[in-house]
């Protein structure tokens, strides 16, 4: 019966991200954008932990559930209306995968560990929500870095290993290991880079 319930909740959940209007071509192949982020999400996962329980593999693949629908531009500019979004972005994402983890068949305890590890709740005291981050942090390092320096061109090395501190400083020791041990994907001038933003 549990796989039963894990395979629903997954299928729910991807069938959300489905709907995503915003979309990206990998190898030809047409994404929506939160589908495929969260498949990379759970690719990573897979290799991070692997042992992984199924409680972390839900709480991963839902990281950005319908993220599209709590746009940045909904809240004030700056730093202050940024955190706002962030908290919402947060609840919203916990709320979304509760309701479709009951509509699997789950209880409550086990709905209210994934929603808090989805919500970012207690990070640095709650292993989930750590799991998460670190899984986070890996997907941006190896999937989504490049491309978001080759937006910003105007960036000087300085700025970039601010962003990078910003980064690590979430992730556990165990995630810093598996960067420097080059278990993802990096071009070299990012492992230059991660290496600078270590020994800052």
């Known amino acids: 019966m549990t796989r039963q319930y894990f395979d629903k909740a997954q299928t729910l959940i991807d069938a959300a991200n489905n709907e995503d209007p915003n979309q990206e071509i990998i190898e030809g192949q047409i994404w929506p954008k939160e589908l495929l ?6 690719d990573m996962l897979e290799r991070y932990s692997p042992n992984a329980d199924d409680a972390i593999k839900l709480a991963v693949r839902a990281q950005h559930i319908q993220r599209w629908r709590t746009p940045r531009s909904a809240y004030p ?28 068949g789950y209880e409550n305890e086990f709905i209210m560990r994934v929603a808090q590890a989805a919500g970012k709740k207690s990070l640095k005291t709650n292993p989930d929500t750590q799991l998460l981050e670190d899984v986070s942090g890996l997907v941006f390092l190896e999937h989504y870095l490049p491309n978001f320096t080759s937006r910003h061109p105007e960036y000087a090395e300085s700025k970039w290993i601010d962003i990078m501190d910003k980064i690590w400083r979430k992730m556990s020791p165990q995630a810093h290991q598996f960067v420097l041990d080059r278990y993802i994907k990096l071009l070299d001038s990012f492992a230059m880079l991660i290496r600078k933003t270590v020994i800052k």
Not at 83 to 103: E, V, Y
């Open 77 to 104: 500019m700056g730093r202050k209306g940024y955190h706002q979004w962030r908290a919402g972005l947060n609840k919203f994402h916990a709320d979304i995968i509760a309701n479709l983890l009951a509509k699997a």
């Open 37 to 42: 982020y969260s498949h990379r999400m759970s």
